[in-house]
């Protein structure tokens, strides 16, 4: 459970069920194994991501990476209110 401000606490599986939505409302990525593959470290207004994906053959991989970095990022800054200071991407597997 991450304390987001006082009085607000989220837990973790809500965490990553954010991380991973967003993340895969980018075209041809796919978290990989989200209770294991995604971490989420948040504490004093700041965020950290790290995560694995699966992305679709024939995509290209800086974009899509970049991609999903981005929305993670907005993601969790727009319904946690945190800045986000890095979003880690991790391309594992092609699908």
């Excluded at 459970?1 to 991380?19: E, F, H, N, R, S």
Aim: charged share 35%; hydrophobic share 45%; net charge negative.
């Amino acid at each position: 459970m991450k304390t987001l401000a006082p009085g607000v606490q989220v837990t973790d599986g809500a965490l990553t069920q954010i991380v991973v939505r967003a993340a895969e409302a980018v075209d041809g990525a796919r978290v990989r194994r989200p209770r294991r593959k995604v971490d989420i470290d948040i504490g004093d207004g700041h965020a950290r991501v790290d995560l694995e994906l699966a992305v679709e053959y024939g995509r290209v991989l800086p974009e899509v990476a970049r991609d999903v970095q981005r929305e993670v990022a907005d993601a969790l800054a727009r319904m946690c209110d945190v800045t986000v200071d890095a979003v880690d991407v991790s391309v594992e597997e092609l699908e």
